[in-house]
């Protein structure tokens, strides 16, 4: 998969964002602005399709899909009040929140997959970027 430079730049500094950035709620920030550059880039997201048998043999659908949970997350914390999100997505709310006011636990689950999470991001990262060695 060919990327444009521009493309190609931003999702490096994106990922070197996530990279670089201490445990905390900007960590999950970072994650969620990684996840916002390839949804907003059709090249980007069709590369991490279920069709592609390498993306399905290494589970990439799925591990994507949990860095889409924070993306949601966030959008969902700062999002209408009041508005009915399901049980998914308000768990997921609630545990975000409680790490944006540093109520930080390993009995919220985000905050206990935090590398977790770090090493899926480098797996997308590895997946969109084929020339990356870590």
Do not use: C
Not at 52 to 71: D, V
């Amino acid at each position: 998969m060919k990327l444009s430079g521009k493309v190609k730049n931003d999702l490096d500094k994106k990922f070197q964002t996530v990279i670089k950035t201490p445990a905390s709620f900007d960590f999950f920030v970072a994650i969620h602005d990684f996840v916002e550059h390839i949804e907003l880039n059709s090249s980007l997201a069709s590369g991490l399709s279920s069709r592609a048998k390498p993306n399905r043999e290494q589970n990439i659908p799925s591990k994507y899909n949990h860095l889409k949970q924070i993306y949601q997350g966030l959008e969902d914390v700062n999002g209408q009040p009041g508005v009915d999100l399901g049980h998914t997505r308000y768990m997921v709310r609630v545990e975000l929140d409680r790490i944006k006011n540093k109520d930080v636990s390993e009995s919220n689950s985000f905050w206990k997959k935090r590398e977790l999470f770090r090493k899926l991001t480098e797996e997308i990262y590895e997946r969109l970027s084929p020339d990356y060695v870590a």
